[in-house]
């Protein structure tokens, strides 16, 4: 006969009953119940050993076994549970209990119990009967879609092998119901069965069928308010930002409930009031009715109290601004209503790191470590009077400053950038400034930049800075085939943004390619049976090593065949070839300011004509030839990241000129010109005799081919892009373009060259004569300027955009767009209100090896040049350039 000790234990996780340790021999639960089975096993006449202990006396153990379910070995559970053989102890006692709770601590199985086998004196002997927690096989998520069930697996650690308790069941159904709660699903249902294996394996082994029934969304058809006097229903709805009841015509926020967003959204009615002066404002209940239409209404009750002005407002602690700084910090006078949101914003802003606040101007002139809190000294007649207390303490510099998570990219790339330096006096505009630099490199996830402050030292006044960055692939392949102008398009480009040239001959360094020196290098062929393009660039942003002056030079060759119309292919003995160079600086500056940046460059373009007559040009053999010098001015503050700034802007104006040759080449080109006009009047005279009118045409390719022997003109560029952050990630961005060419001497004219051409995506498969495409969606590509382009343009944009994601390995953001524009021939012409428009949407994907990708579907609302009814739909494939 074995006898239980009160010493069974059941798993706590699995909600099973858990016996306590006793003081006696545990034979049933009621001293009668005993009482009647003690008679009716000696009624039976059963035989048995009669086991007897002293409780509390101690034995020595003669022996531990072990019966029961299990995969372990007996020595291994007989070792764990530390009942070694010979061993002196009190039965029923602390061994026995340590040793149960140290099975049921390796959380292996599911049912415990210890028995006394027999006692011969004072040696006991005892058995251990347990029983394995099953172990998960396979798991099956049903209810959810494929991409999902990854992630669900390990939120919940539901891996193979996992022992499988109640515990986890019921901590797993717990965590996706409040899941998809705090995602609106209030009505979602979390059911998970387990079924035993059985199969030759001696293991208790279970799968688990995990079924998902999200259900819909819930949807706020109506937010009802008890209590408001002063503001109304609108303005209170209005204050809540994320929650919002079912509107149809409301597009960019949804009526659907969010736990989560509702109860920042309570907070947002507190603000409200705040803002308006009822400090005491406050929401005593808040109700969420179930409709019969399965919607949801919510019942909020608010108490306003009384509206309150601000009074006297007072400094102390301050020495290092005065009382009349810190007023003009703050912007709050005697009498003003009182706003306790916006209290908090002047004294710290914490949505804005560059806020101009009392704690950013201490902090910027290295005050770290200095508090600043509002306190309230009086309220009598509602009117409050207020303490703005001030601990300065001391200075602070920084002691290290470190930047990790740079495997590619040297270190003195990044250390040229940072604006806080070992010694330097701490400034957090200077903190914030490094993490825009670093971001616009454009080698590191913009998103993940952080800087970490280690080691502060309020004694010392000392603070370690440490730049936490992330790489992300800086080089970029196009490569790319496609069927247009009449034959096969083929396209390879490789652009290095983030080269070491002089790793170019080191083995070791390519890995692929030499890198980390900060430096650009691009190449980029194109192909087709009718032109050829080969360009080369390079770009050293740190010429020198020690200032941040950028070198850069680029040469291209393009060759373009003639079409034959009889043969319909290409005619290589008839060509144009572009050979080009250029030579840039562009040099930081540090007044007005130093986010601008003042550039110039040198470029040389060859125009040769070979037996190439066609309407663009007057000559079919010649030469034309531009230099030209050009000089800008930019400033871009846009932060951070570049691919999706949130804020700042991008001001550019350029400058582009040739020498005037017209001043001293000894030419008259009033009289060029007189003769010009009058052989245009014979050429285009169909009563001429054709000899006439093939000399006035050879004449004017002549005289064309003199005029243009060195392109003579001046060209000047603006743009400029605003960023403005609406919401948390939704952004505005305004912009405006112009463009004007013009000429030296009327006499000589405006270049055929250079002139701007409006309309479509901007892209350009291939220029011939140094034109720009200017983008403006809704219209096919260059369709709104005259066929020889314009001399004048402007542009209008409106862009919404908000981001999908802006993950390091896909930034993917959504726009909306409205635009207008035009070119035009002269001044005469111009008219910046007359212009064609369009509205649209669009998608932008950025790839770090690809680079920009997108499409947009843009309707023009004008109808084209020579047609009648507006234009309508136009989709556009954007690759390599962001608008």
Known sequence: MKLLLNIKKENDDLGKQVNKLANILLLKTYFKHCITILIFICSINIQSQEITYNAGKKYVLGGVSVSGNSSFSEQTIVTYSGLSEGKEMTIPGEDISNAIKKLWNSKLFSDIEIYITKIEGNVAYLEIKLSDLPELNEIKVKGVKKGKVEGIIKDNKLNKGVKVTENLITTTKNFLNTKYKKEGYLNSKVNINTIEVKDSIQKARVNMVLNIDKGEKVKVKDIVFEGNDILSDKKLRKSMKNTKKINRLRILKRSKFIDSAY??????????????????????????????????????????????????????????????????????????????????????????????????????????????????????????????????????????????????????????????????????????????????????????????????????????????????????????????????????????????????????????????????????????????????????????????????????????????????????????????????????LTVPDDYFTLSQAISFQRYDLNNYNTGLFTFGDGYANNLSYTIGLNRNNTYNDPIYPTGGSNFNVTAKMSIPYSLFDGVDYTSLKDERDGLIVIRDDASQNTNDRTNASTRIGEIDQERYKWLEF??????????????????????????????YNNDRGVIPFERFFVGGDGLGSYSLDGRETIALRGYPNQSLSDQDGGTIYNKFSLELRYPITLKASAKIYALGFLEGGSSYNSFKDYNPFNVYRSAGLGIRIFMPAFGLLGIDFGHGFDPLPGETGKHGWETHFIIGQQF
């Open 263 to 588: 109860q920042k959204d309570l907070s947002s009615i507190v603000d409200k009031y705040k803002e308006n002066g009822y400090r005491d404002a406050r929401i005593i209940s808040d109700s969420l009715i179930t409709n019969n239409d399965k919607t949801i209404s919510l019942l909020i009750k608010v108490v306003e109290g009384e509206k309150y002005t601000f009074g006297d407002i007072s400094f102390i602690g301050n020495t290092v601004y005065s009382n009349e700084q810190l007023s003009r910090m703050l912007r709050i006078k005697k009498g003003d209503t009182y706003n306790g949101v916006e209290l908090q914003k002047r004294i710290a802003d914490n949505s804005k790191p560059d806020a101009l606040d009392i704690t950013n101007q201490y902090q910027n002139y290295g005050y770290l470590f200095s508090s600043i809190n509002p306190v309230e000294v009086g309220a009598e007649n509602n009117v409050i009077d207020m303490e703005i207390r001030i601990i300065e303490g001391k200075p602070a510099y920084f002691n290290n400053v470190s930047v990790v998570g740079n495997d590619k990219t040297n270190d003195h790339v990044i250390y040229r950038e940072l604006r806080t330096r070992p010694g330097q006096l701490y400034s957090k505009a200077n903190v914030v400034r490094t993490v825009r630099e670093l971001g616009q490199l454009g080698f590191f996830d913009a998103q993940e930049i952080s800087p970490n402050f280690n080691n502060p030292n309020p004694q010392e006044g000392t603070i370690d800075m440490e730049y936490s960055v992330k790489e992300t692939g800086s080089s970029q392949i196009e490569l790319q085939g496609g069927y247009g102008g009449g034959g096969f398009i083929g396209t390879l480009g490789l652009s290095f943004n983030n080269f070491s040239i002089k790793d170019i001959f080191k083995k070791d360094a390519y890995k692929p390619i030499p890198m980390g020196d900060g430096q650009k290098l691009a190449l980029r062929l194109q192909a087709s049976r009718f032109y050829q393009t080969y360009s080369f660039s390079f770009s050293e942003p740190w010429l020198g090593g020690k200032k941040p002056m950028q070198f850069s030079t680029s040469i291209s060759h393009t060759k373009q065949f003639l079409y034959n119309y009889q043969t319909r292919n290409a005619d290589k003995s008839k060509s144009f070839n572009i050979t080009g160079i250029t030579f840039g600086l562009a040099k930081r």
């Open 714 to 743: 001046y060209k000047i560029n603006f743009k400029v892009d605003w960023y403005t952050q609406l919401a948390k990630d939704l952004v505005l961005r305004p912009s405006v373009e112009f463009g004007f060419l013009g000429a």
